[in-house]
């Protein structure tokens, strides 16, 4: 995977090695898919990686607010907006992003969404419907992307691998919850919150202690199984939502210990939903 050097003489990582490093399920789902749609794949997944990054607040979060990561997101907008900004950031990921961009193979207005539904966490999630909305919009639309990469035009199959790329993202929450509030992250609804008994601007690591959040974690299961798509006929919507196969198996399971890999009976069934029916 080539790396390339930034301005300073650092190394910047490749979109792939990103994907490969900091989203190994989405990687492993993508190498399913026809190389030249892969490689777009893989940038999709190292833009998602760089836009969660404005999801920690920084440890002066308490009196700044969520503007440093609000000024992030803004910057990754205008990427979008203007491809030569991309381009002449020298970033690899900007600079993949800015050409599929100027090329027409992904949609700018499906990148704001993107955008927006990671903008929506940042500045808090007020209820389950805006939570549900932002899912689908954020980890939703990015396996929307793929699927129209495939080539896939139609609606309902559409609307189809959006619910499947959210039930993906519910799973991959609810799999690395602790990980994720340790972090930083506060990607629950305030509502859910509430509902347990937990104060409105709770610290996320204190939530961990002592099953505090074991309806939310309930409730995250309930989610995901709503968004959970019945199985595609069609290979190119079986390519599209194969992140879902991962999404079944982490419902089911619920968070795991920080660090833990998956075991090899989860990469066979997402191998057999890309192979077989």
Do not use: Y
Not at 80 to 104: F, H, I, T, Y
Not at 162 to 182: E, N, Q, S, Y
Not at 244 to 265: C, E, Q
Request: with cysteine; glycine share 10%.
């Amino acid at each position: 995977m080539n790396e390339q050097k930034d301005a300073s003489g650092g190394t910047e990582l490749s979109c792939a090695a990103i994907a490969r490093l900091r989203d190994r399920d989405r990687f492993f789902c993508a190498m399913f898919l026809p190389p030249e749609i892969r490689e777009v794949a893989f940038v999709l997944i190292a833009l998602n990686v760089e836009l969660s990054k404005a999801l920690v607040l920084p440890v002066s979060g308490s009196v700044t607010g969520p503007m440093a990561g609000l000024i992030r997101l803004q910057w990754w907008r205008d990427v979008v907006q203007e491809p030569a900004q991309g381009r002449a950031a020298r970033m690899p990921v900007a600079m993949e992003l800015a050409e599929l961009l100027e090329g027409r193979r992904i949609a700018p207005e499906s990148v704001l969404r993107l955008i927006d539904a990671r903008e929506a966490e940042l500045c808090g999630l007020p209820d389950w419907v805006t939570w549900r909305t932002a899912m689908l919009d954020g980890a939703g639309i990015m396996q929307r992307m793929v699927g129209e990469l495939l080539g896939i035009v139609d609606d309902a199959l559409l609307a189809m691998i959006v619910h499947a790329g959210a039930a993906f993202g519910t799973g991959a929450l609810l799999r690395h919850l602790p990980d994720v509030l340790t972090a930083g992250r506060m990607p629950l609804p305030q509502e859910a919150l509430e509902q347990a008994g937990l104060p409105r601007e709770a610290d996320g690591a204190a939530l961990l202690k002592g099953g505090r959040l074991a309806p939310v974690v309930a409730r995250l299961r309930q989610e995901g199984r709503t968004l959970l798509p019945s199985r595609a006929e069609c290979r190119k919507a079986r390519l599209a939502t194969l992140p879902a196969v991962l999404a079944d198996r982490d419902l089911r399971r619920g968070p795991v210990p920080s660090g833990m890999s998956r075991g090899l009976g989860d990469r066979l069934m997402v191998m057999r939903r890309a192979f077989f029916r």
